[in-house]
């Protein structure tokens, strides 16, 4: 092998030959940033470089051959302009090219950096896409959700209409930040709008940004990590059962209504989508399979809620009342009409016939909803447990239902409570006759280890049982 000498004397002529550039020079040949220099070497890309110590050098002849566009068509550059202001551009990795102008070399320089190194961690984001209006894209976002419901959809639209639209709505999405977001919640709840209504809003433009953030359009999604108001549940109303009756004969022709309501649980538009047909008295069972709601005045007709159907129980008293009541129905009429024919409507209900009924019976200010809540109740005290009644109203989850009716079941931890209580007193009565079969432990122990006058202490047992042969045998030894 060469001795070092032979070493340096071979650089030293391959140098002399082959004369290596500063980094510093090679950035002025090409027109590119120092930074990008250096992105280039991680990625493999650009002139070669060699590390000399702590420096990087380049062969001349690695460069020149190259000419300057052998790379700077490929990645960025800056240039003067006649105008003395700085243009920097780049190509994106589909062949378009980007450029913008600076007064200063360095923020030109520092801006093609940033870009190539967005480029290279897969993280560069097409600045064309990110101009797109709030306007624009909650349009297109909204057209784009396939899944909702139509009630779900006009809430959803409403709430762009009332509070994004006015807020962004000529703003490009990329020039949202999270300042702007935090500040557009805090104008809203200064409103006296509803804290529901203000998450709702903000659940909307959340979602919308998330899509920009899988479409490229943003980097991050500005609505993350926002405080928002707390949503105070309102105090659940519960009927008695005779209250409901009470109240189920002030109804006057839709007695059967309030009572099937109060024992049933299923949601208003269940109710008023419920034909005859999906009605079993024979084994006492209704099959929620539509539900029907109100958009813009307009009926509209779809799946329950969570698009899911199900099967709830019929008491049967009330089977007896379903009977009288569709004495004379077709299998395609509506179980509970409206008095001129069609769907009964929420509103016109509450209006005409619930309110009054509610006065007569002593409950003001009862709505047909808290009818719900007392079947839940009703079925809870009859002793159904927390999976039965989520499958009666509908709920998604067990835990649904028990975040929302949680104190109904208080009595079950009572219950819990006495049956622990009786299996440890029952543990207890048999430990206390074992012990009077075949004498205490302390007995024992003093006839194993003899007398206290021979220098061993006996305790007596402490706690709920006795202390055991070897405890006591440390114990008399320490």
Not at 115 to 136: F, I, N, Q, S, Y
Not at 160 to 188: E, K, M, N, T, Y
Not at 250 to 255: P, T
């Amino acid at each position: 092998m060469p001795d070092s000498a032979t070493q340096q004397a071979a650089s030293t002529v391959d140098v002399a030959v082959n004369p290596l550039w500063r980094i510093t020079d090679v950035s002025a040949f090409l027109g590119v940033p120092v930074a990008t220099l250096y992105q280039w070497r991680h990625l493999g890309v650009g002139p070669k470089a060699y590390r000399l110590g702590k420096h990087l050098r380049y062969r001349q002849a690695d460069v020149r051959p190259g000419s300057r566009s052998r790379w700077r068509d490929d990645v960025g550059s800056v240039a003067k302009r006649p105008d003395g202001r700085w243009r920097a551009r780049y190509r994106d990795p589909s062949g378009n090219e980007h450029a913008r102008h600076f007064d200063r070399t360095l923020d030109a320089q520092r801006w093609i950096a940033c870009v190539e190194v967005a480029v290279g961690r897969g993280e560069w984001l097409d600045p064309t896409l990110g101009t797109v209006t709030v306007g624009d894209w909650a349009k297109q976002w909204l057209d784009a959700q396939v899944q909702l419901k139509p009630s779900t959809r006009e809430r959803y639209a409403l709430s762009i209409r009332r509070f994004v639209v006015p807020a962004w709505g000529a703003r490009p999405i990329s020039a949202v930040g999270h300042g702007d977001v935090v500040r557009w919640i805090q104008q809203l709840s200064a409103s006296d709008l509803a804290p529901a209504t203000v998450r709702h809003a903000h659940r909307v433009v959340s979602m919308m940004f998330d899509l920009a953030v899988g479409d490229g359009r943003v980097g991050r999604n500005p609505a993350r990590d926002v405080r928002l108001p707390r949503v105070v549940a309102a105090e659940k109303r519960f009927l008695t059962g005779e209250q409901v009756e009470r109240l189920a004969r002030a109804s006057g022709q839709y007695e059967p209504l309030v009572r099937f309501l109060s024992y049933t649980g299923l949601r208003w538009g269940e109710v008023a989508a419920l034909r005859w047909r999906n009605v079993d008295l024979d084994r006492r069972r209704v099959h929620v399979v539509q539900a029907m709601t109100e958009i813009r005045g307009r009926v509209v007709l779809g799946t329950p809620k969570n698009h899911q159907r199900r099967t709830v129980p019929v008491p049967a008293y009330l089977a007896r009342d379903l009977q009288v009541a569709a004495a004379g129905r077709g299998p395609d009429d509506l179980a509970f009409p409206a008095p001129e024919g069609g769907h009964l409507r929420n509103g016109n209900f509450r209006s005409r016939f619930f309110q009054q009924a509610a006065a007569s019976a002593g409950l003001d200010g009862l709505t047909p909803h808290e009818l719900r809540h007392t079947a839940a109740s009703l079925a809870i005290a009859s002793g159904a447990n927390v999976k039965a009644v989520q499958r009666m109203l509908g709920h998604a989850s067990a835990a649904m239902t028990l975040d929302v009716y949680a104190g109904l079941f208080a009595d079950d931890l009572d219950a819990v409570a006495e049956g622990l209580d009786k299996a440890w007193s029952a543990m207890n009565a048999d430990h206390v006759r074992t012990d009077a079969a075949n004498g205490s432990p302390a007995q024992r122990v003093d006839q194993d280890l003899g007398s206290p006058d021979q220098g061993v202490l006996v305790e007596p047992p402490i706690g709920v049982e006795p202390m055991t042969y070897a405890l006591r045998v440390r114990r008399s030894t320490d």
